[in-house]
Each structure stands twice: as structure tokens, then as C-alpha cells.
């Protein structure tokens, strides 16, 4: 049964068939939403600046960098507004690292449809939503008071720079791309590898291939 209010919604994605896709599954689950459609940082913002939006569902990675980087910002402009990243990064690497950071749900592109629409409606009438399986990781963690996955001891920019060694970019693309420079790619290499216990690029690929699709 289609929900009668009138919500608005962002859907924020780097792919058109992922974007027309959620629209479709929106407009089935609520009755005359506002959808608004958008592949890029700027067009996010001015659209959050605009207009009160209800539920804006965010991929993970877009041309412009991570989207951790704006989470900060839409809070700014939106402080209420329900975040719901929407992802096919494993969310055992990405999820606590994205609900620290502002995000208010987790859902993995790889979900049916009837868990997307369970988890529009959480969003929207409850502000939240998780997976058992993460709630379960949540407790574990709190249980043995360590992070159930070695990534998670890997600060946000750490991450992002053992995704892309991992993904076989080189120093000098990894400078181009974050606008580092190369002596600090260095440091968080040496940081990175500290921090897993790993003197190789191979065993990183090994941790990531384990603990996260982020490589497929």
C-alpha cells in the first residue's frame, strides 16, 4: 500500500539506471513524492539548499571523491534531513564509518526490492535503518571492545588511500586524484601497513578481498 504523504526525496548516484531505478521503486511506495535526481556533489547541495528534503539516498563513491567528504556540509544545510547510503561497499568496512559520520542507514545496491522498500519506509518514519547483520556486528563489537573488521582501524583517509592501492592506482595517481603530495601518500602507506601488520601490497589485497567487496 503506497503511503500518502507527500515526501521528497534525493537520490544521489553516480549511474542513471541506479537513479531511474529508485525513483520507480519510490513513486510505488509512496504517493506523489517528490524525486529528485542528481550524480554530483554541487547539484546535491544547491538542491539540499533549495528545498526541504525528507530522504536523500546517497551512493559511496562519485567523481568528486568519497561522499564522507560532504556528509558534514548537508548537515550543515539540512540538519534533520535522513541519510541512507546506498552502496555496493561491503557494510562491514563502510557502514559505522558513514552512521559516525551523519548517515542515519546502510543498505547494499545488492538488496531485493522489498528490502529497499522496507528500508525507505524505516527511513522515513523512523529516521533509521540497519541490517540485522550489522546490528549483530554492533553488538559483537561492543561485546569485545575491538572492531569486529582491521579496516575499521583505519581512519577515513586511510581507507580511501588503501582503496585505491588496492584498486592499482599509483602514487602519482593517488597525488592527482586526492591532491596530496607524495611524501604524504608515503606516511599513510606506512600507516596503513603499521595499523593492519601488513609490509605488502598483496597482503592488502588479501584483508580487502576477505573484509570488503570495495575491490570487485
Not at 545496491?109 to 522498500?117: A, D, M, P, T
Not at 583517509?157 to 586526492?178: S, T
Amino acid at each position: 500500500m503506497k503511503q500518502s504523504n507527500n515526501f521528497c526525496f534525493v537520490v544521489a548516484d553516480r549511474h542513471c539506471v541506479v537513479r531511474h531505478g529508485l525513483s520507480l521503486i519510490i513513486k510505488e511506495s509512496f504517493s506523489n513524492p517528490v524525486v529528485y535526481q542528481t550524480k554530483k556533489f554541487s547539484d546535491i547541495i544547491k538542491t539540499l539548499t533549495e528545498t526541504k528534503v525528507d530522504l536523500l539516498i546517497l551512493d559511496v563513491n562519485f567523481p568528486e571523491g568519497s561522499s564522507l567528504n560532504i556528509l558534514k556540509e548537508i548537515k550543515t544545510i539540512q540538519p534533520n534531513v535522513n541519510i541512507l547510503i546506498f552502496s555496493i561497499c561491503d557494510e562491514d568496512s563502510y557502514a559505522m564509518r558513514y552512521l559516525n559520520a551523519g548517515a542515519s542507514g546502510f543498505l547494499s545496491k545488492e538488496s531485493s526490492e522489498e528490502e529497499i522498500k522496507n528500508a525507505l519506509n524505516a527511513m522515513i518514519f523512523s529516521g533509521k535503518f540497519i541490517t540485522p547483520s550489522l546490528k549483530n556486528k554492533i553488538l559483537e563489537s561492543c561485546i569485545s571492545k575491538k572492531p569486529v573488521n582491521p579496516l575499521d582501524l583505519l581512519s577515513n583517509r586511510e581507507l580511501e588511500i588503501a582503496r585505491l592501492l588496492v584498486d592499482g592506482y599509483g602514487n602519482l595517481e593517488i597525488m592527482a586524484y586526492l591532491k596530496i603530495k607524495s611524501n604524504t601518500i608515503s606516511t599513510y602507506k606506512f600507516r596503513i601497513f603499521k595499523k593492519l601488520e601488513i609490509d605488502n601490497l598483496a597482503s592488502l589485497i588479501k584483508l580487502f578481498l576477505q573484509y570488503s567487496d570495495v575491490v570487485n
